[in-house]
């Protein structure tokens, strides 16, 4: 079976074809801003344009008669762009006649790293930019045991980002001014329970801007914010039981979360699986597998169906496989 998948839920507009054993194509034309952080609609705009060139490039690189579903991100994400997705895929499944298939974009992330680490049963870390969740599978469904309180870790490492005047995204850029970062300066560290909350970090590590040097902010604003989300990642793996950690989201390619997460999982008797990093952030391929999973246990979404659903959680998705 092969299955054509298209996100594009906020700056990557990426569309793949899956078969059970690989990526057999994929395309990307990422969004990029070019000043302050993502606009919903100038990046819905920059999907509806792009869109067009590459349903062209990736059929020319696999043959469309040979698709057996459509798949694409129903939500969550944001409205405009969602839209955008939507309308081409309900387009392309008419035009093929083959099925649709509306795909939860955080169980999409959760599903490809499974599928690339052959993790079983983890504990997922979903750090992306407008998502930051603890996820982990209970019975028939994936239920979120902490998740942020306010903005995801990537959106506060952009923000953050941001304020020193450099580009989006931010989190590549904090990740190297940090590693020449040497004095550490104490930031809000807010973990309530099993959630957390970033904005207030972000606010007091603008305030150090004249005081300090960028490189250690950029340092003493991954080490807090990193070291909250291990210890609830490491609270949902003893609460659970489980063995299995599992990083997926833009943020997961960061080496200093990988160390601190491999140390705690270490300490723990646990192991940590890193997905390759290409299929860490959004991208097409994550999509269209889990659509191929989706097809495989029988879900459709009929046209009536397929209104977007920036809102969607995790847990309203009921798991067949
Ligand atoms: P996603 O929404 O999953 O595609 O992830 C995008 C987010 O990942 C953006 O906020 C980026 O700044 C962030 N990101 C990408 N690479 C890194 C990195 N090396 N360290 C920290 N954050 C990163
Ligand atoms: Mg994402």
């Known amino acids: 079976m092969n299955v054509l998948g298209i996100e594009g839920t906020a700056w990557n507009l ?3 074809i899956v078969n059970e054993e690989e990526v057999v194509a994929i395309v990307n034309d990422p969004y990029s801003p070019k000043e302050g952080g ?12 792009k869109m067009p060139s590459l349903i062209k490039a990736i059929f020319e690189r696999f043959p469309k008669e040979k698709i057996d579903a459509i798949a694409f991100s129903q939500g969550p994400g944001l409205g405009p762009c969602l839209r955008v997705v939507a309308t081409a895929s309900r387009l392309l499944s008419l035009k093929l006649n083959k099925p649709l ?6 169980l999409a992330h959760v599903e490809v790293g499974r599928w690339k680490t052959k993790a079983e049963n983890p504990v997922a870390l979903y750090v992306s930019g407008g998502n930051s969740q603890i996820i982990a599978r209970r019975g028939n469904r994936y239920r979120v045991f902490g998740e942020t309180l306010d903005i995801g870790i990537g959106n506060a490492l952009d923000k953050l980002a941001r304020s020193f005047g ?3 995204p931010g989190g590549p850029k904090i990740e190297k001014l940090a590693k020449e970062g040497k004095k550490y300066y104490p930031l809000p560290y807010v973990v309530k329970g099993m959630d957390f909350s970033f904005s207030g970090m972000v606010t007091a590590a603008q305030k150090l801007k004249n005081k300090a040097k960028i490189e250690d902010i950029a340092f003493s604003f991954q080490e807090t914010a990193f ?6 990642t490491e609270r949902a793996l003893a609460y659970l039981g489980y063995n299995e950690v599992l990083l997926v989201g833009g943020v997961g390619v960061n080496k200093r979360l990988q160390e601190m997460i491999d ?3 270490e300490d723990r008797g646990a192991r940590l699986y890193v997905p390759p990093s290409e299929l860490m952030g959004d991208n097409g391929a994550m999509i269209a597998y889990t659509g191929l999973l989706m097809l495989k246990h029988d879900y459709r979404t009929s046209i009536d169906e397929s209104h977007v659903r920036s809102n969607f ?8 496989w």
Do not use: D
């Open 227 to 232: 070291a909250m989300l291990t210890e609830v």
């Open 166 to 168: 450099l580009s989006h």
């Open 101 to 106: 298939i509306g795909v939860n974009h955080c």
């Open 313 to 320: 959680r995790i847990e309203e998705v009921e798991v067949r």
């Open 263 to 265: 140390k705690m999982c």
């Open 38 to 49: 993502i606009h919903p609609r100038e990046a819905s705009q920059h999907h509806a344009e």
């Open 14 to 16: 990426s569309v793949a």
